[in-house]
């Protein structure tokens, strides 16, 4: 997708990102699924591929997965020896880089993540410079397979995305600089789904109203956008009737509670003062229970609205 559209409107967390790479800083990107964290990370690293010289990038999800596919790139680099993998002796005259994958992926495949993290920690250690390790997803990391993953820090530098800071892994998200992931703007969305009509030319009866309608289901996120543009595609016209049927579930996220939490706690306050105004005891009483009331779940309120 981002083939015909690119990456619009994320220049600023780029360029931090950017920087925050340059400085050496573990950097984790946050943000809902599908808002844009991998792209970001791959524009940024195509902008500072010039100046850090290592950059290793694993796509695998899983733990053992990406520790795996950080063993074979460090092979493919001379970064790491078939002794130092600890591999059959027929192996060892060769350079890592000349070994074909094929013939070892099954004994690699075999290893634990503790041999894993063993064989290759020295290997970055002895590296001339700091390899970055860009990983594309933390998200579903367990706390034992973090303990690996913080031995790699000591010797790499970590960036990487998550659409979630579980807490069983806190102690990885605190050694990270969080850079988190917004929706994009409306204006920016509507930008996204005018390239993508044009480019897959769309016949739609009204044009305003089906643009709108999907800058506000997709809630700025990207791939929602698309999902619901993919879906539309399938038409021949999108007539007025189809664009009201369009729900998309990420359109939650512009629903603000905010005026409402607002209004509410204006008509508790005032219950105490009418109930003062006019001798109305009871009013008073509850006006000032409530407010208590309110300030405490306040809290918890815009805390579950993700605030
Ligand atoms: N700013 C943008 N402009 C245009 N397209 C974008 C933009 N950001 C992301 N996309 C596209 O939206 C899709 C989803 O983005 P991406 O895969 O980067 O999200 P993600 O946050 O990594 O999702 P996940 O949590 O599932 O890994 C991709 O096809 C990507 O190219
Ligand atoms: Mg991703």
Same mark, same amino acid.
């Given at each position: 997708?981002?083939?015909? @559209?690119? %990456?619009?409107?994320? =220049?600023?967390?780029? /360029?931090?990102?950017?920087?925050?790479?340059?400085?050496?800083?573990?950097?984790?990107?946050?943000?809902?699924?599908?808002?844009?964290? +991998?792209?970001?990370?791959?524009?940024?690293?195509?902008?500072?591929?010039?100046?850090?010289?290592? !950059? !290793?990038?694993?796509?695998?999800?899983?733990?053992?997965?990406?520790?795996?596919?950080?063993?074979?790139?460090?092979?493919?680099?001379?970064? %790491?020896?078939?002794?130092?993998?600890?591999?059959?002796?027929?192996?060892?005259?060769?350079?890592?880089?000349?070994?074909?994958? /094929?013939? !070892? *992926?099954?004994?690699?495949?075999?290893?634990?993540?503790?041999? %894993?993290?063993?064989?290759?920690?020295?290997?970055?250690?002895?590296?001339?410079? *700091?390899?970055? !390790?860009?990983? =594309? =997803?933390?998200?579903?990391?367990?706390?034992?397979?973090?303990?690996?993953?913080?031995?790699?820090?000591?010797?790499?530098?970590?960036?990487?995305?998550?659409?979630?800071? #579980?807490?069983?892994?806190?102690?990885?998200?605190? *050694?990270?600089?969080?850079?988190?992931?917004?929706?994009?703007?409306?204006?920016?969305?509507?930008?996204? @789904?005018?390239?993508?009509?044009?480019?897959?030319?769309?016949?739609?009866? +009204?044009?305003?109203?089906?643009?709108?309608?999907?800058?506000?289901? +997709?809630?700025?996120?990207?791939?929602?956008?698309?999902?619901?543009?993919?879906?539309?595609?399938?038409?021949?016209?999108?007539?007025?009737? *189809?664009?009201?049927?369009?729900?998309?579930?990420?359109?939650?996220?512009?629903? =603000?509670?905010?005026?409402?939490?607002?209004?509410?706690?204006?008509?508790?306050? +005032?219950?105490?003062?009418?109930?003062?105004?006019?001798?109305?005891?009871?009013?008073? @009483?509850?006006?000032?229970?409530?407010?208590?009331?309110?300030?405490?779940?306040?809290?918890? @309120?815009? #805390?579950?609205?993700?605030?």
């Amino acid at each position: 997708m981002d083939k015909i @559209i690119g %990456l619009m409107g994320r =220049d600023e967390v780029v /360029a931090d990102l950017v920087a925050e790479i340059r400085k050496g800083k573990h950097v984790i990107l946050t943000g809902t699924v599908g808002i844009g964290k +991998s792209a970001v990370l791959r524009e940024a690293l195509e902008q500072v591929n010039a100046r850090v010289g290592l !950059i !290793i990038r694993l796509h695998d999800h899983q733990a053992k997965g990406q520790f795996v596919e950080m063993a074979r790139q460090m092979l493919e680099l001379d970064l %790491l020896t078939a002794k130092e993998l600890e591999l059959p002796a027929s192996f060892h005259g060769t350079p890592g880089s000349e070994i074909d994958w /094929a013939e !070892i *992926k099954n004994k690699v495949n075999r290893m634990s993540m503790r041999d %894993l993290t063993q064989s290759v920690i020295p290997a970055l250690a002895k590296a001339e410079t *700091k390899p970055v !390790i860009a990983v =594309d =997803d933390l998200t579903s990391l367990t706390p034992t397979q973090m303990a690996f993953w913080l031995a790699i820090f000591e010797h790499a530098q970590v960036v990487g995305c998550a659409s979630e800071k #579980k807490a069983r892994v806190k102690k990885l998200w605190w *050694k990270m600089k969080e850079i988190s992931i917004r929706p994009l703007s409306k204006s920016v969305a509507r930008d996204v @789904i005018k390239q993508y009509i044009t480019t897959k030319g769309m016949l739609i009866e +009204s044009p305003d109203q089906y643009i709108s309608h999907v800058v506000k289901q +997709s809630g700025g996120v990207p791939q929602a956008i698309y999902d619901m543009l993919d879906e539309s595609g399938k038409e021949r016209l999108i007539d007025k009737r *189809k664009v009201r049927e369009m729900r998309h579930e990420a359109g939650i996220q512009y629903l =603000d509670f905010t005026p409402m939490v607002m209004i509410l706690g204006a008509l508790i306050v +005032s219950m105490r003062y009418i109930g003062m105004g006019t001798g109305d005891k009871t009013l008073y @009483i509850m006006g000032g229970m409530g407010a208590a009331l309110f300030l405490t779940f306040r809290f918890f @309120i815009f #805390k579950g609205v993700g605030r």
